[in-house]
């Protein structure tokens, strides 16, 4: 008798033993899917974010033309409406001339206006502002009164420089050092020089005591004498006084370059640490050479302090430099940021000569004159003050002040410039 075996339990379908492929075949599908959605999103993004490089491109080039106060349609002529170009400043520089031990002599300012630009080129000059190392700088930030030799003494020719510019409402364009040995050339080329003093120069002796140093009337001073008369502080002599001394002198030193048989401009060579961007004292002197010189003074006033003995000061007079920097210097820059209000002046009338005349008139108000040019047409009969921001209100109304005019709020809240001045008929004589 056989046996049989025993039955076998069925074995599983084929599709069991393939499920786990068809999930990995799926998994696949799904991923390619995935990835080719994203190649897809991030196609779009790429193309979005060129877009908005484009686009951030295109603000900023505007920017950028707004700040230097292009256009993106450039007006070329400059008899057109709309035509607007950059001012070039005034060149102020500040000469300080330094003793063998590094201590200030004396300055002056050198305003040059070699194009005659401000007025013609027939008035092509520069300008000599003498001052004294015993001008007295008034307070700014932390820093207290001081006389313009301690300021130099203990920051040099940057710190003379703000605080000069602080006072006189102004800064220099350039600062140069010039040591004294190089004024004792010059002088020993000028010989002997003969001045004319109006009243006594009076200082200490040996022991003190109160002497007369330079008697008035005609003094005659050898070349080694000339750098201790321009460092020299008379005792209670004004700052004016001592100014128009210097002036005399400066006057006769400069005569020494205007001759043309004269090699000392070309002969006089400054050590290359002493100067700050000039080659030689005879490129800044051959400038003022080759052009008309004339000299101002700075305003001042006295100021008595309440001391035993009382002591007379002289510093700038802040009411009368206003309308002195509008007349000497017609382009000014500021000495620190924000002490100017930038300006921007449009004559929107045909005559030329009504931006010279308004010109000194919005400098006297605070203003840096930035930009200038037209107006969007020629025949606006008022003037006005613009300002675009509340906080360059104070200054418009400053400049409005000096115009006869109101201040109102501009409608350019993109304007690159603190105060625009739009002149009319009414601002001709």
């Known amino acids: 008798m056989s046996t049989l075996a025993p039955e076998q ?35 779009v993004l790429s193309a979005v974010f060129v877009l908005a490089l484009i686009l951030l491109g295109f603000i900023g080039w505007n920017s950028a033309l707004k700040i230097t106060g292009g256009r993106v349609s ?6 057109a ?32 206006d070699p194009a005659g630009k401000s007025k013609g080129p027939e008035a092509a000059s520069n300008t000599v502002v003498a001052m004294s190392s015993g001008l007295i700088l008034w307070e700014f930030e932390d820093a207290p009164p001081d006389s313009a030799g301690n300021i130099y003494a203990s920051g040099g ?6 605080r000069l510019g602080a006072d006189s409402s102004f800064g220099s364009t350039s600062t140069s050092e010039v040591p004294s040995t190089v004024i004792d050339e010059l002088a020993a080329a000028a010989g002997p020089i003969t001045l004319e003093l109006p009243d006594n120069v009076l200082g200490p002796d040996e022991t ?16 080694d004498q000339v750098t201790e008369f321009l460092g020299f502080r008379g005792t209670d002599e004004q700052e004016l006084t001592r100014s128009l001394r210097l002036e005399q002198l400066w006057t006769k030193l400069f005569a020494v370059l205007g001759a043309t048989e004269s090699p000392t401009k070309s002969s006089i060579v400054l050590p290359a640490s002493a100067s700050t961007g000039l080659k030689s004292f005879g490129d800044l002197l051959g400038q003022m050479s080759s052009a008309q010189i004339s000299f101002t003074n700075l305003p001042t006033k006295e100021v008595v302090l309440n001391t035993s003995p009382p002591v007379m000061l002289n510093q700038i007079d802040e009411l009368a430099i206003p309308g002195w920097v509008g007349e000497f210097v017609p382009f000014p820059v500021s000495a620190y940021p924000g002490q100017r209000a930038t300006v921007s002046m449009l004559n929107g009338t045909t005559d030329k000569r009504l931006s010279n005349l308004v010109a000194p008139k919005v400098v006297a108000g605070g203003g840096q004159i930035s930009l200038a040019g037209n107006a969007g047409s020629f025949d606006m ?14 200054a418009a109304e400053a400049i409005a002040q000096q115009l006869g005019l109101p201040a109102t709020l501009g409608a350019d809240p993109n304007s690159n410039v603190d105060v625009t001045v739009t ?3 009414d601002l001709l004589p």
Do not use: C, H, W
């Open 9 to 43: 339990p069925p074995s599983e379908p084929a599709a069991s033993n393939s499920q786990p492929v068809v999930r990995s075949a799926m998994r696949q599908r799904k991923a390619q899917k995935r990835r080719k959605r994203a190649t897809v999103i991030q196609g």
């Open 74 to 79: 450039e007006v070329t002529d400059p008899a």
């Open 81 to 112: 409406p709309n035509f607007i170009a950059k001012v070039e400043p005034t060149n102020v520089e500040l000469v300080a001339v330094t003793a063998p031990d590094g201590s200030l002599v004396t300055m002056f300012f050198l305003l040059s």
């Open 157 to 162: 020719i940057d710190a003379l420089s703000l």
């Open 208 to 223: 003190g005591a109160t002497v007369v140093k330079y008697p008035a009337g005609a003094l005659v001073l050898q070349p």
């Open 381 to 394: 009969t008022t003037s006005k003050v613009e300002y675009t921001e509340i906080g360059s209100k104070s």
């Open 423 to 425: 002149m009319g008929q």
